[in-house]
């Protein structure tokens, strides 16, 4: 049996703004030849920006495939060469109104490996400094300040349920911990 999988033919079956949707026919490492759907996706960058070390900002954010509002980390896609930290320093003053001064990275997650390839990378933003917000045409977000603990619980209760804003929360969470021994 081999380790790797072989593409034996991809259709593209839509170009959009962000992702893009194949068809692959796959023989897989066991032998089996399947058709697989895949979305391919440039990435992105997601950040938990601390105002102080008990402090952090949430966005409330409208996201429309699931029919209402959620609370989240500041996260964006990667533009074409864009390396992730500046990608996660763009998106939280985009989305925030602040500056990160200093990022340092929490880890990364592969989103829904059963059918995208999509990896968001994940940081954790310090030293904030103001700036103005500059929100795209298609977000509608609030921009939130919650304790660090109050979203740890959020995440807890099943109040956050946004799969990169529990990662990041709890990967910073642990860092905190860590630092703190």
Known sequence: MSEEARVVSSREIHHGRVVH???D????PNGHTTALEVIKHPGAA??????DSDTILLVRQYRHAVGGYLLEIPAGKLDAGEAPERCAARETEEETGHRAGRLEKLGAILTTPGFTDEIIHLYAGYDLVPTTAATEPDEDLTVLTMSFADAL??????EITDAKTMSAL????????RARA
Request: aromatic share 8%; glycine share 4%.
């Open 25 to 28: 026919t796959v023989t897989l």
């Open 46 to 51: 997601a950040v938990v920006p601390f105002l």
């Open 153 to 158: 619980s959020r995440v807890e209760h099943g």
């Open 170 to 177: 709890l990967l910073a969470a642990r860092a905190r911990d």
């Open 21 to 23: 949707l194949f068809v």
